[in-house]
């Protein structure tokens, strides 16, 4: 069985799809572990803001059919087959990690490289495993949040529940 850590966004319909997101992520792998949620810019776009979080999950799919499940999951709601990287999104899922595996794999870059360079990836993922490492860098996240000065994108917690829990 693999740990799996999934980014989660949306900046259309934004409770609606982070919703639907997390019920279709729950009918998958059952049990989810899930981070505050957070509000952010679009980046590399003109675009309303985005809702974004992480979600841990355990998974004995393969990294290439967990990859299928996860897209298939988003044309499911809504995102186009030709969606362009910086565009407005329904809902978008992201693996950010899968165990400690590092490199491309089944065309799959990991650890993804966003946790590095955005916030709205970094801070959520600090907030649910603080003490757990960066595969390929060493440092925990909470450490990595500290240093890497992600702090200066602004970004804001925001209420959500899902299934009658707070969850941020």
């Known amino acids: 069985m693999a740990r799996v ?9 934004r409770e609606r799809y982070i919703t639907a997101g ?3 992520l729950a009918g998958l792998f059952g049990e989810l572990d899930i981070s505050p949620v957070y509000e952010s810019a679009a980046i590399g776009f003109d675009g309303q803001p985005f809702l974004n979080l992480v979600v841990g999950v ?3 799919l ?5 990859a299928k499940r996860l897209r298939h999951i988003e044309y499911e709601h809504g995102r186009p087959k030709n969606a362009t990287r910086f565009s407005a999104r329904q809902l978008d ?3 950010l990690t899968y165990d400690g595996l590092v ?3 089944d065309g799959v870059e990991l650890p993804r490289g966003e946790i590095l360079e955005n916030a709205f990836v970094l801070r959520p993922l600090a907030d649910l495993v603080p003490k757990n490492s960066h595969p390929a860098d060493g440092r925990s996240f909470e450490t990595l ?3 890497l000065g992600l702090d200066a994108q602004r970004i804001s917690r925001v209420a959500f529940s899902w ?3 707070e969850i941020s």
């Not at 850590?5 to 319909?13: D, M, P, T, V």
């Open 62 to 66: 393969s990294l290439a059919e967990l």
């Open 145 to 147: 949040w500290t240093e």
């Open 22 to 24: 997390l019920d279709a």
């Open 93 to 95: 899922i992201d693996i």
């Open 163 to 165: 299934r009658g829990r």
């Open 58 to 60: 355990t998974t004995d």
């Open 5 to 13: 850590y999934l980014g989660l966004g949306s900046n259309i319909e």
């Open 103 to 105: 490199g491309v794999i």
